[in-house]
């Protein structure tokens, strides 16, 4: 049987952009840490790398479109975090969020991490975001860079 797999090795001609939301940044400015700390652990070049900043995560899909179109990136690391608070905004901008990204990757077939943290409470999203449940940003970059691999091994 033959194995497709992609490897956790950052290609040279691959340039990856990270957006993340200005909105929580408290918790997303850990996550983007993380990101690029898995960036550069696994081979990247720092001149390969961008990262831009969208107002909220309703505004993530928008951004991401953007980059994708212009055909200047190869893959992008989404993070933010959402948590829930006593209306029912989470639920809106939460699933509006999460459709448009995968949207957006699925219209480009370019690589799209989901690092948006859903949380209940705050407490989750510390959590997340390099404590007790380590760093989603970490692995939402790993999850870019073994699926621009994989693309290539699939030969896209």
Not at 37 to 46: K, L
Not at 62 to 85: F, N, P, T, W
Not at 88 to 101: L, M, N
Not at 136 to 146: D, L
């Amino acid at each position: 049987m033959r194995v497709i797999e992609g490897n956790l090795s950052v290609r040279a001609d691959k340039r990856v952009a990270i957006v993340s939301t200005r909105w929580n940044h408290f918790i997303v400015d850990r996550l983007v840490e993380g990101a690029k700390d898995a960036y550069s652990r696994h081979g990247g070049n720092s001149d390969d790398l961008t990262h831009v900043l969208a107002p909220g995560a309703f505004e993530l899909p928008m951004v991401i479109e953007q980059l994708l179109s212009s055909g200047k990136y190869d893959a992008v690391c989404a993070l933010g975090a959402v948590i829930r608070g006593s209306t029912p905004h989470f639920d809106y901008v939460s699933a509006e969020a999460t459709k448009g990204i995968a949207t957006v990757s699925l219209k480009h077939k370019k690589p799209v991490s989901f690092g948006l943290l859903t949380t209940d409470t705050i407490e989750q999203a510390i959590e997340r975001a390099g404590t007790k449940a380590g760093n989603k940003g970490f692995e939402a970059m790993t999850v870019v860079i073994e699926l621009l691999d994989l693309y290539e091994a699939i030969g896209q």
